[in-house]
């Protein structure tokens, strides 16, 4: 029987599901919008979501919500979304092996990404794997929208300890004391753990690393400020509400008139990892990981 090239159609059998309507329903995941996905697969708006309609009728639960203008998956959407990724990079590998893959690889971070190696990841990856194009994303969460399947891999910092994702360390960073420009901490070469006891610590309690136990228990900062992102944690410090501590990298890649970056001895090294979801990866992972090891590799 001839494989059906059609990427969507209003009609579906109650019992097969074909290829087009995976590669349908992937299109609305990534676009977030059915007139964009609609655009992008050249056909009309209503037979894409005709196809959806009958996706759904058939797994017998409803992928997307559409409550609101922007499309968002449901957690059965989420859940899916892996399954037809896997299906549809299986088939693509086994029909054509040597095709290069189009289908952009998005890379995730809550803040910092890559540290200084960034910028030589972006360039060396468009040098070498021009077919593939790099999306660096930041996103305000803990696995920088792994888990949510808003990206393919993630570049993280500190331990993940999450169910069904791989890791790889890549490297370790120095952390840093982040102060009010005018504080009298500020005027200090370095500082400890210790120094900051008295203080008031900023916690970005969404995507950030640092804790209270980050401290020795008879040396922790007085009182907490929680925050939900890097720009907030900067507009708090900088206010002089309380002091942070994050990466080294983040001195350099967010920098702030009002925060000044000391380094602290006595904290340990935070690490950066590589995250990716083994079940369904993107197609293109392990080159972004041999990749990611040769840039960040001692010289």
Do not use: N
């Given at each position: 029987m001839p494989i059906a090239l059609r990427l969507c159609s209003a009609r579906m059998s109650r019992t097969n599901i074909e290829l087009r309507h995976l590669r349908c329903f992937l299109a609305i995941a990534e676009e977030g919008n059915l007139t964009r996905a609609a655009a992008r697969l050249h056909l009309t708006q209503p037979a894409v979501s005709r196809t959806l309609a009958a996706?759904?009728?058939?797994?017998?639960?409803?992928?997307?919500?559409r409550s609101t203008h922007h499309l968002a998956l449901t957690a059965e959407g989420r859940a899916f979304r892996e399954r037809a990724t896997a299906a549809v990079a299986a088939f693509d590998a086994a029909v054509a092996p040597g095709r290069p893959h189009h289908r952009p690889l998005r890379l995730g971070h809550a803040w910092s990404a890559f540290g200084p190696y960034t910028t030589p990841l972006l360039r060396r990856w468009q040098r070498e794997h021009p077919e593939t194009p790099l999306e660096l994303l930041r996103i305000?969460?803990?696995?920088?929208?792994?888990?949510?399947?808003?990206?393919?891999?993630?570049?993280?910092?500190?331990?993940?300890d999450v169910p069904g994702l791989a890791t790889e360390e890549l490297l370790?960073?120095?952390?840093?004391?982040?102060?009010?420009?005018?504080?009298?901490?500020a005027a200090r070469p370095e500082l400890t753990l210790a120094d900051l006891a008295d203080e008031t610590a900023v916690l970005n309690t969404v995507s950030g690393t640092t804790t209270l136990d980050l401290w020795p228990p008879d040396h922790r900062p007085r009182a907490t400020l929680t925050v939900a992102n890097t720009d907030d944690w900067l507009a708090a410090i900088a206010a002089g509400r309380g002091i942070g501590v994050s990466s080294a990298s983040t001195a350099s890649l967010h920098p702030h008139p009002g925060v000044t970056y000391r380094p602290l001895r006595d904290a340990p090294p935070l690490p950066v990892l590589l995250t990716w979801r083994p079940a369904a990866p993107h197609p293109a992972t392990p080159a972004l990981l041999a990749l990611a090891r040769e840039i960040a590799r001692p010289r």
């Open positions: 996706l759904e009728k058939h797994l017998g639960v409803r992928l997307v919500d305000d969460d803990r696995t920088a929208g792994l888990l949510r399947g808003e990206v393919d891999a993630a570049l993280l910092r500190g331990p993940v370790r960073e120095a952390r840093v004391a982040a102060l009010p420009a005018d504080s009298e901490l």
